[in-house]
């Protein structure tokens, strides 16, 4: 396995416009993470996964905003009617949680966001 | 909410330890975690530390944790110019999945 895979590296779009970006975690990690982070500032959380299951949301997950884990492998993130705002590195992380063990995540290289 | 707190810049000369700080404010964190960000990167964990360890010691970096204070700190030893980067300061709260971030401490190595 080599890690967890975003797709794509970079996205350039219109404002208004929709995308959709893709993780591949790691296959025996069981919780995904979607985090957003903007320049110059540390990563914020957005949502997680346990399996399938969406178990958390951040208020900044605005109803344009939607994630999803089918069958608890793959996630997309998706943004309806992008705005200038939205311009950030979009991280996908995943986990294998296990009592007592501190649940380092391993991060994927990203989405760099730009919404002109 | 949960705060963590970091200082911006920290340059050193290659060869030197380096010692990077942060503040948290979350009284019941469980685990801090240290991460590195290399340039157009994602973020590498480090090493962590449970909340009643005081130290923590992997090769070249030492944790130190203060929970009365509710300081971290990181240090690197004999610093290489391959660790220059942004270094991460994160809390888990509780049970809670999610990392709270501090704002990254770039560190410049020089030579």
């Known amino acids: 396995d080599t890690g967890v895979s975003q797709d794509p590296r970079h996205k350039i779009t219109k404002r208004g416009q929709n995308v959709t970006f893709r993780c591949d975690p790691i296959s025996e990690h069981n919780r995904l993470y979607w985090y957003r982070q903007t320049l110059g500032q540390g990563p914020e959380f957005l949502t997680y996964f346990q399996n399938e299951a969406q178990l958390e949301k951040s208020r900044l997950l605005s109803d344009r905003f939607s994630a999803e884990r089918p069958k608890g492998s793959f996630s997309t993130l998706e943004i309806q009617r992008t705005e200038q705002g939205d311009s950030a590195m979009y991280l996908c992380?995943?986990?294998?949680?296990?009592?007592?063990?501190?649940?380092?995540?391993?991060f994927g290289s990203g989405t760099r966001l730009t919404v002109v | 909410g949960e705060d963590v707190e970091q200082s911006l810049f920290l340059s050193v000369r290659e060869g030197d330890s380096s010692v990077i700080n942060c503040t948290y404010t979350d009284s019941s964190s469980t685990y801090l975690y240290w991460y590195k960000q290399e340039p157009g990167a994602g973020l590498q964990l480090l090493t962590y530390?449970?909340?009643?360890?005081d130290m923590k010691q992997d090769q070249r970096l030492t944790v130190l944790l203060n929970k009365k204070d509710k300081h971290l700190s990181l240090r690197i030893a004999d610093t290489q110019t391959g660790d220059s980067a942004i270094y991460f300061c994160?809390?888990?709260?509780?049970?809670?999945?999610?990392?709270?971030f501090g704002t990254g401490t770039r560190l410049q190595v020089t030579l």
């Open positions: 994160a809390e888990r709260s509780g049970t809670a999945s999610k990392l709270t």
């Open positions: 530390i449970f909340s009643n360890m």
């Open positions: 992380a995943s986990s294998f949680s296990e009592p007592g063990q501190g649940d380092g995540y391993t």
